[in-house]
């Protein structure tokens, strides 16, 4: 028997019968994947960083210091950032295995290593999910989080709580695009982005993807997961900012034939940054696995050219050291 999404709401241009959908043009083109691959091969990419892994990893990496109270944000490796405000610690896509894959002996390998362990973290009041890839969503790293933090709430995409219900782990909350729910006060809320999500071969789109907004008091953060670039993802700006904090992805993004509509290039996420109304971004989503063709020291580079180009200041769209922080 066919699968059929249990959330289809035929009123929704994002549902489907089967599953969910962007509210953009598809730009896969067919047997692009395979495409993907041969030409990757042939060329040997991705190429190591230009002065070699050893020295990306003394450029980019330090041990985080997560301790104090005071208000504060980390960016801990790909899409894992610790925002701490107003006493509410807010974890994202935390990633903190030795691989993105769902075996431990093959698959895409952490070329940094993580800045700090779950038993190294404070305590975590919100886990956000932004879809399931695993490279955003590590089973190792969620239980780990599960059992050390028991009162930690889960927020996850529209269809991705039984995956969580199938490992017994509870405080989970799921939500469709524009739906919001209350954490101590704080107000999160799941915003559209442009990608997809599958954990095998049979399971494409049947949960849903997106960002978060967070909203306490006056302060509003904006994780934005992955995406690739829509002028759509302005309406977040106009509907749940302004945002004083952003983590906008800036890597895996080649080749753009590709990759364009499911990862921005570092041009594009300064587009939206801008496009959005942040008043200050951390990249994220690069310097940790080698996921397309990019260099890992590629997107830094490509980024600090666009701020230039743009006249912008680079406190403005912040390139951190995977454990780097900035006060709040």
């Known amino acids: 028997m066919a699968w059929t999404n249990p959330h289809y709401d035929r009123s929704k241009a994002h549902h489907a019968p089967e599953g969910f959908r962007n509210l953009e043009p598809d ?13 990757r091969k042939e060329q040997g990419l991705p190429r190591p960083p230009t ?37 509410l610690t807010v974890l994202t896509d935390p990633v ?17 290593p993580p800045p700090v362990d779950v038993a190294g973290l404070p305590p975590v009041d919100v886990v956000l999910i932004s879809h399931n890839h695993y490279d955003h969503l590590d089973a190792g790293t969620v239980r780990a989080l599960s059992r050390r933090f028991p009162q930690a709430v889960f927020l996850v995409p529209l ?31 799941f915003v559209p982005a442009r990608h997809w999500s599958a954990r095998t071969l049979w399971d494409r789109n049947r949960s849903l993807w997106g960002g978060w907004v967070m909203a306490q008091e006056s302060f509003r953060f904006w994780f934005a997961g992955d995406t690739g670039y829509s002028d759509k993802l302005a309406e977040i700006g106009r509907r749940a900012g302004p945002i ?46 080698e996921l397309a063709d990019d260099q890992l020291d590629e997107p830094p580079r490509l980024l600090g050219e666009a701020l230039a180009e743009a006249g912008m200041e680079t406190d403005e769209f912040m390139l951190l050291s995977i454990g780097g922080r900035i006060a709040l």
Request: a positive charge; one cysteine or more; hydrophobic letters at 40%.
């Open 244 to 289: 004083d904090l952003a983590a906008i992805p800036i890597g895996a993004y080649a080749p753009r034939w590709f990759m364009r509509g499911q990862h921005v290039d570092p041009a594009e996420a300064l587009r939206l940054h801008r496009e959005i109304g942040c008043q200050r971004s951390i990249a994220i989503h690069w310097g940790a696995f």
């Open 51 to 87: 002065e070699g892994y050893d020295a990306f990893v003394r450029r980019w990496w330090q041990r985080a210091d997560v301790g104090g109270t005071d208000d504060a944000a980390w960016w801990l490796g790909h899409a894992t950032a610790l925002v701490r405000h107003r006493g």
């Open 27 to 39: 730009t896969r083109e067919p047997g692009g994947l395979q495409r993907w691959r041969k030409e």
């Open 96 to 112: 903190l295995g030795r691989r993105a894959s769902p075996v431990p002996f093959a698959g895409p390998a952490r070329r940094t």
């Open 159 to 189: 269809g991705l709580k039984a995956w969580f219900d199938r490992r017994r782990i509870g405080n989970v909350r799921e939500l469709d695009w524009w739906a919001s729910t209350d954490v101590r006060g704080a107000m999160f809320t």
